[in-house]
């Protein structure tokens, strides 16, 4: 018998094994909401939006996300099945390729951009700690030191991750750092001017909105893959939401006020120079640990992805993508990754759309049994056209923003197709 946490990407989790409550899915989002990649995020929202636009956007754009993110994860819940086989269900045998490689592809690109933060940042304390000559300094060892411990992390799977390490200790010092960061800026920052400061105009309140909702929704094509070990529906939407809502709008925040208050230079690293400041660089260390987690669960879930195509176990193919992610991490600077999120947004918001009209409307959470079929033209053809209405939206319209309209483009043009009958037959495979 498989022991929890070993099941393959195929396999339904039997009632048992579903170990996690709402306090452990709490703990796994709260602590995925947080990062140094949801600071940088608050500092590209800060020049444009300034301070009062910019916390709007996010309010309201992580607040939709969660909603989303959440009935997603109810959808793992129901099934016992992994991401990637949900989507099997929803496009088809063949039709679910597609959605695996492009996760395959974000996530290993997430999972780079983690371990680059991470190794800016602890080149940055060790710079400040021990001198810019100090062998410790190099970004070099550092890449290699958080790859390997993210890959490790991905290798032994989600239950030993989150019940052993983060429900246990970890949450309690990201908790600490957080509040320590938020009390420094209360005693140092001018709220007020904070407050007031106006932004430059030079991003669009839906393209913030946009770019604020995009990370929630690059957790969509995974997160069955942690919610599938859910106790219960409920416990597993509430502890989800609540703790991504919090911990994302909480550390975005922080971004976009120690940004402009602190880090308003214009150089690469300010807000990492900024953060390094306050409390000796501990704050700033512990959300660097925690970082690890992020990249874990980057890694892990790509190799649940493509597990879904491949014969090979999910602690092989996490071991392979740890090691690609370390080396395109070790070539690359840490770039502007505006657009990034924003293609993400493009591909998955639409693709989800269709996910949520299938389980909810078509199945009924599994009241309705659907034929699993090779391909389903339909959901198909409704996420394609959910894709190019978003470009078309952010190109042509970028005022009005492109993530919701295309998501419930995608998703009422499947219900149409279904009410239609339009559905295209196709091989039916067992389930």
Not at 81 to 104: D, H
Not at 159 to 171: A, D, E, N, S, Y
Not at 183 to 208: E, I, K, M, T
Not at 320 to 344: K, S
Request: net charge neutral; charged share 10%; hydrophobic share 55%.
């Amino acid at each position: 018998m498989n022991i929890p946490g070993r099941y393959s990407p195929h396999q339904r989790i039997p009632s048992e094994h579903r170990v996690f409550g709402g306090r452990d899915l709490f703990s796994l989002w709260f602590s995925l909401g947080v990062g140094l990649m949801v600071l940088q995020l608050g500092a590209l929202l800060a020049p444009g939006l300034g301070m009062s636009g910019a916390l709007l956007a996010i309010v309201s754009g992580t607040a939709v996300g969660v909603l989303l993110l959440g009935a997603v994860a109810v959808i793992g819940s129901d099934t016992g099945l992994s991401s990637m086989a949900n989507l099997k269900r929803t496009l088809g045998q063949r039709g679910a390729i597609v959605p695996a490689l492009l996760n395959l592809a974000q996530l290993v690109g997430w999972g780079a951009f983690e371990i680059i933060v991470m190794r800016d940042a602890a080149s940055l304390l060790a710079t400040r700690a021990f001198g810019e000559h100090s062998g410790l300094v190099s970004p070099a060892l550092w890449t290699l030191i958080f790859g390997a411990l993210a890959t490790l992390l991905a290798i032994a799977g989600p239950l030993t991750f989150v019940r052993r390490i983060l429900r246990k200790w970890g949450i309690w010092l990201l908790l600490g750092a957080c509040l320590w960061l938020t009390w420094n800026l209360f005693v140092r920052a001018d709220l007020a001017g904070l407050w007031a400061r106006q932004g430059d105009g030079s991003l669009p309140f839906a393209l913030g909105f946009d770019i604020a909702i995009a990370m929630p929704l690059s957790w969509l094509p995974l997160i069955a893959d942690y919610s599938r070990y859910g106790k219960a529906a409920r416990r597993v939407f509430g502890g989800t939401v609540l703790g991504f809502f919090i911990g994302n709008v909480w550390l975005m925040g922080l971004g976009v006020a120690y940004t402009l208050a602190f880090a308003d230079s214009g150089e690469v690293n300010a807000l990492l120079l900024a953060l390094a400041g306050a409390g000796l660089g501990i704050p700033l260390l512990l959300i660097l640990l925690d970082e690890t987690e992020n990249a874990f669960a980057d890694i892990h879930s790509a190799a649940v992805s493509i597990g879904v195509l491949l014969p090979v176990g999910v602690e092989r193919l996490a071991l392979a993508i740890g090691v690609l992610c370390t080396f395109i991490a070790w070539l690359a600077p840490l770039a502007e990754y505006q657009n990034f999120l924003l293609l993400i947004g493009s591909v998955f918001a639409p693709l989800f759309g269709v996910v949520l009209v299938d389980h909810y409307l078509l199945r009924q959470r599994g009241q309705s049994q659907v034929t699993v079929m090779a391909l389903r033209w339909d959901t198909l053809l409704a996420w394609g056209c959910g894709v190019i209405a978003y470009h078309v939206l952010a190109s042509a319209w970028p005022e009005i923003g492109a993530s919701l309209p295309s998501l419930l483009l995608s998703g009422g043009l499947l219900l149409l197709l279904s009410r239609l009958g339009r559905a295209t037959a196709g091989t039916p495979v067992s389930q």
